[in-house]
């Protein structure tokens, strides 16, 4: 198979011989924005429209999504950011993912599920305000001020529920949030969960939006709004302090790149899981096979299954925050070690994955282009459903609780070891899934995508990836199709509830432990480049939306 695995430098990615690239190529000159949010994509196109760049329509994209979309992200969290910049024809990427506060104690992550009133332990000093900020001074054209002022229009106006919003707040969590005073009063009017179609304003995160607008990120990391942020963490038991707020910075990371088929696939180094798992089951199946087995069969499920499992099994044992836990990427994708790993695999055996605790959580996906040929693909994520379940209500920020992401001594031992290389620590970034990834062809963009759902995010964008490019589906069929999840308990995989019982039966003669999903709130969203038009496609598990132009 042709591929190679290499973490280069941003500007040696940018030059055109090294890919062997024709200074003549070009791709359609049209822009669009695929998300989560009909009211997202929308307000992202319309800056589009205003001349701005696709990192313009990106923040306005990530600080609508935070209003709209609370469940999922927002300024109380963080995320990472992939951008093509088409005038140097390079990628860099941006880690605004939340750190660890310095007076971390980690015993208390060791008592996880932990109660409400020590859900402040759980919270991360928050990276998406200088997240934002940072791409905006690198990539963007229009006025910071003009695009933090749609998301503040949003907010101080109002919104309506979307059907995603909706079903979350009807959902399991429910009782937990009706007793979160700020929560309570925006969704809960009586006691009830809003409806869809129901109009939520939201007036103190409009006013720190405004803030934003007017005096950048440090109205968020010093201050009043800095100062609540800690308070309330720290009622609920967290260690974050205004040092930490003021210390955080968003780093620029080397891109992983990897060669498969013909491509270049750039994607998510450490603090992110979602690049290695996608090169280790990129590296394991050339298409030929896969087209041989046929997009979504049970033979193609179960081989894409074990694939997942493996490279789950290696997130576990190996893979931490580079910056605090020397990882070697390259050995652990060494061509022998995988091709000992592919002669295990067969058809009709499964492999076992010892158990660990790894849960969905709340993640919102943008991707976004430009007419001069740039390209982002941004996840922000507050973690699981409305983060620590903890507001600030004064400004109106929800907080994250990604520190829940370290994994316990107790989630490893199933692998015979006694700590975590994503073992809870002091000013350290927690293991992420999240994927963003963008793929080209002769040297420029062909796909950009990404996806939400916790640790179903680098699966789901494994299997759309697979499909664009092995199988030549469209954007709006691939991120439709169905596809299948490698949980970490009881069942081996889980599949959709369109599943037929001959497919089950099928995967189960295979040695597969077969469950039904229970959860559809996982997403995908891709824009694709190689036609007249820029085409999107908007996943309709969370009832997305893609406009292209």
């Not at 030549?472 to 599949?495: D, F, S």
Request: proline fraction near 6%.
């Amino acid at each position: 198979m042709n591929w190679r695995l290499s973490l280069v430098a941003c500007s040696l990615l940018g030059a055109a011989a090294a890919l062997g690239q024709s200074p003549t190529l070009t791709r359609p000159s049209g822009q669009g924005v695929a998300s989560e949010n009909a009211t997202v994509t929308r307000e992202a196109l319309q800056v589009l429209q205003a001349g701005g760049s696709a990192a313009d329509a990106a923040i306005t994209a990530a600080l609508v999504a935070g209003v709209t979309a609370p469940t999922s992200s927002g300024l109380g969290g963080g995320g990472f950011a992939l951008l093509w910049d088409a005038k140097t024809r390079a990628p860099w990427l941006l880690d605004f993912r939340e750190t660890a506060p310095a007076a971390l104690d980690a015993s208390v992550l060791e008592q996880r599920p932990l109660a409400p009133a020590r859900m402040g332990h759980l919270v991360g000093v928050p990276g998406e305000g200088r997240g934002l900020f940072e791409l905006h001074r690198r990539a963007g054209k229009l006025a910071w001020a003009n695009l933090v002022q749609r998301a503040e229009k949003r907010a101080r106006q109002g919104y309506l529920v979307s059907p995603h919003l909706g079903a979350m707040l009807r959902g399991s969590s429910a009782a937990t949030l009706t007793q979160v005073p700020g929560l309570a009063a925006l969704f809960f009017p009586g006691g009830k969960a809003a409806a869809v179609g129901v109009r939520v304003v939201n007036l103190p995160l409009a006013e720190t939006l405004k803030r934003l607008a007017a005096e950048g990120p440090e109205a968020l990391y010093g201050g009043a709004i800095a100062n609540e942020i800690v308070e309330v963490a720290r009622a609920h038991g967290g260690t974050l302090t205004l040092e930490d707020m003021a210390r955080y910075q968003p780093i620029v990371r080397e891109v992983m790149r990897l060669r498969y088929e013909g491509y270049d696939v750039l994607t998510m180094p450490l603090p992110s899981a979602g690049g290695l798992m996608l090169a280790e089951v990129l590296r394991l199946f050339p298409a030929e096979e896969l087209r041989r087995l046929g997009f979504g069969t049970p033979a193609y499920r179960h081989l894409i299954a074990e694939g997942l499992r493996g490279a789950i099994a290696d997130r576990m044992r190996y893979l931490g925050d580079g910056d605090h836990e020397k990882v070697d990427l390259n050995a652990l994708l060494d061509e022998r070690r995988l091709g000992q790993r592919r002669t295990s695999i067969a058809l009709d055996r499964t492999h076992a994955l010892p158990r660990f605790g790894l849960e969905g959580g709340g993640t919102h996906h943008l991707v976004t282009s430009d007419r001069q040929g740039n390209v982002v693909s941004l996840t922000t994520t507050v973690n699981r459903l409305f983060g620590a379940k903890l507001m600030a209500e004064k400004s109106g920020i929800v907080l994250n609780d990604q520190l829940d992401d370290f994994t316990s001594v107790g989630a490893v031992a199933p692998f015979g070891m006694t700590q975590s290389p994503n073992r809870p620590r002091a000013l350290a970034r927690p293991l992420s899934s999240m994927t963003p990834t963008l793929v080209l062809s002769a040297g420029l963009p062909l796909l950009v995508l990404g996806g939400s759902g916790g640790p179903a995010i680098s699966q789901n964008v494994v299997q759309v990836l697979l499909g664009s490019l092995v199988f030549g589906q469209e954007p709006a069929a691939a991120v439709a199709a169905p596809r299948i999840y490698v949980p970490t308990q009881n069942a081996t995989l889980m599949v959709e509830t369109t599943t037929s019982a001959a497919d089950i039966a099928d995967l189960e003669q295979r040695g597969e432990i077969v469950a039904k999903l229970p959860f559809n709130s996982t997403a995908v969203q891709v824009l694709r480049f190689d036609a007249p038009r820029v085409r999107g496609g908007a996943d309709p598990r969370k009832h997305g939306e893609a406009l292209a132009e």
